[in-house]
């Protein structure tokens, strides 16, 4: 179901306070290249990784799954650039949960993930609301989570380049504005990460106005 933007602030009422996410994915070579995702929440934390072979639509359904997996319990907003990513999570969930996942055109692909994210989908008692935002726009704080994410992504696809194999990072990147916006703090790294810190583009801008979203998905 499409939500208009006026809407929003009603998921979660019930609930507690929605947390919002910028999740994003990266392939180095698409297909079968190094592929990266992540997620970034307005509180500053985020996840990445990245494993050696892959795609971009992998990635960004990674990016979703991850963020579900990480806070079961929690509302959600989701905001995602690829309309691929929040139409396999949402608009068409249901027509394939009915169908067994069976498609007159051919098989489903990236099935396990999807599943994975229906499912959890499906035991979440809290819900979760998916939104489409453009990206790679030219001002930056238009949509800063999905920024900030596309970074990290293209760090996980890097890092799994590099390690020739599975990356993950954990940690904490303060929004601009804070005491302590400074480049992400990892708190767990099962691989080192290539870069140092993030480049100097990837700045929120303190009381920026979000632009309007293009469509909202809610579960």
């Known amino acids: 179901m499409i939500h208009p933007a006026g809407c929003g602030n009603l998921v979660g009422m019930e609930h507690g306070l929605t947390l919002t996410f910028g999740t994003d994915g990266s392939c180095l070579r698409n297909p079968d290249g190094p592929t ?23 990635g960004e359904l990674m990016a979703i799954l991850t963020v579900l997996r990480d806070h079961p319990h929690q509302p959600l907003e989701i905001q995602s650039d690829s309309a691929y990513a929040i139409g396999c999570s949402s608009t068409w969930k249901p027509g394939w949960q009915r169908a ?7 098989p489903i692909a990236n099935l396990d993930i999807i599943r994975e994210i229906h499912q959890l989908l499906d035991g979440r008692g809290a819900p979760v609301r998916f939104v489409k ?12 989570l ?49 870069e140092p810190g993030p480049p100097s583009r990837a700045v929120l801008r303190p009381g920026a106005e979000p632009a309007r979203p293009e469509a909202q998905f809610l579960f």
Do not use: F, M
Request: overall charge positive.
């Open 36 to 58: 990266g995702w992540a997620y970034i929440c307005d509180n500053g934390n985020y996840a990445y990784g990245g494993r050696a072979s892959g795609t971009n639509q992998i």
């Open 100 to 106: 067994g996942y069976v498609r007159k055109t051919g």
């Open 133 to 144: 935002v453009k990206a790679h726009l030219r001002d930056e704080s238009v949509h800063p």
């Open 146 to 194: 999905n920024v900030r994410a596309d970074e990290l992504a293209g760090r996980g696809a890097r890092g799994a380049q590099a390690a020739r194999g599975d990356v993950l990072e954990a940690g904490h990147w303060p929004l601009a504005g804070s005491p302590t916006a400074h480049p992400p703090t990892p708190t767990t790294v099962l691989r080192p990460p290539v």
